[in-house]
């Protein structure tokens, strides 16, 4: 067996059948992700993180596998939660939900927008209708505009003492660029992710010690302190994919 | 030997000539805290739950083990370099400096503010200066403002959906006021603190499981999520030390 068959049946007789049969929340909608070894849920809250991932996922199965019904419909319904409660009326997505779909946590982690928007444009591609573009491309707006202070009012960093960059963002954002399809230009696409990926390597990369940084000062420099020193081999990985 | 005589000698011959060593900032005061087992400082950062709480150790050595000059110093350059750095100015106190005092992280943390009282009450009470009791007071004053929404601004999570109250708060409260000394008045001193050990015994104390939650409901009940579920042994056993 080739590795590429190995891969494709473990996701397709394990993961994807094990999402299918126990994250569905059939009676609000959204996606259960805190399940236990017994296939048991065992916290009913929803992170938009994950909402929307898995929204993504089925929706990428369904684009670039197999056009299953099942797995449009898993999409969909996701899709129908997060634009009914995963955000405040204008795009500003919380960080999670009760099982109900009641906002627990405030829209402070970019990255819940990131993944909306990622989700979004996916969805769309898949059936062209115009709420996802329009949900996704002002989502987007929210990204840029948060992207000099991701955290807003809730960011607890005195301005000016120790300014540093952070990787994630950039990471994301390439990720993001190569996924939006049709609703950016080709060129738009194409210059930012390329920005993207120079940013990566031209600051982040830490080619003396041969590791890419999680936080660097503003001129891509390391930092000795806690933020500075930190790396993590496994965010380095998930950049190379995206790039 | 006697554990008394064990822990004495111990804490006597060990642990407080380490600090003394290693801790002190001879050139910015304060003190530092990230030591290695070589004992060389490996960050600089200075955060205000660790300046405070060895301010107090030194001032509580001094006051009741031995008036031994050095340990007043070491106190006093510690209480320093708070008063000078460690607030905004009208006693906000921020989470963590750089080692010159430079504020790197906001007022966010009441405890900041609750450790920042007790030295400054300690230092009161072995000192006898009125800038110690007009700090320490004026701080007590946030804590009271801040008791309701001690994150304030900085608090993410969506108010109304999942009220919960939390343990660490009462628990401290119940330490500050019986370390207030005549700060307080002392049927103040002891209604406060009555007050919180009942808070911690009603509320906090789950009689069933045999455990102190460190969330529970506003009603004092259990709440079945993951704040709810949360439990800290070492964080019931402190509270003991302070009931």
Redesign the interface.
């Known amino acids: 067996m080739t590795y590429a068959d190995l891969y494709k049946n473990e996701l397709l007789q394990e993961v994807i059948p094990f999402w299918e049969h126990y994250s569905i929340d059939t009676k609000y909608g959204g996606f259960f992700s805190c399940i236990d070894n017994q296939n048991k849920v065992f ?1 009913t ?1 929803k992170f938009m993180w994950l909402q929307c991932r898995q929204i993504w996922m089925f929706a990428t199965l369904y684009d670039e596998l197999e056009q299953n019904k099942k797995w449009l419909s898993i999409a969909e319904g996701g899709a129908e939660f997060i634009l009914k409660y995963g955000h405040d009326g204008v795009f500003n997505w ?2 999670s939900l ?1 099982q109900n779909g ?5 829209p ?1 982690n970019i990255f819940s927008y990131t993944f909306a928007c990622l989700s979004l444009a996916k969805m769309y591609k898949i059936t062209n209708e115009e709420r996802y573009k329009k949900a996704c491309l002002k989502t987007l707006e929210h990204i840029h505009q948060r992207e000099e202070n991701p955290k807003g ?6 301005e000016g ?2 300014p540093l960059k952070n990787f994630a963002l950039p990471m994301i954002l390439c990720n993001l660029y190569n996924e939006m399809g049709s609703l950016l230009p080709e060129q738009t696409k194409k210059e930012k992710a390329t920005s993207c990926v120079n940013e990566i390597f031209d600051q982040f990369w830490d080619s003396e010690r041969g590791i890419i940084l999680e936080n660097v000062t503003l001129e891509g420099q390391f930092s000795d ?2 933020e500075g020193r930190l790396f993590n081999p496994g965010h380095g990985l998930e950049a190379i994919w995206f790039i």
Chains 1, 2 share one sequence.
Not at 153 to 158: A, D, L, M, Q, T
Request: no cysteine; proline share 5%.
């Open positions: 916290d809250d919380y960080f009760t009641s906002p627990l946590i405030a402070y009012k809730w960011n607890k960093s005195v003492t120790r302190t806690f």
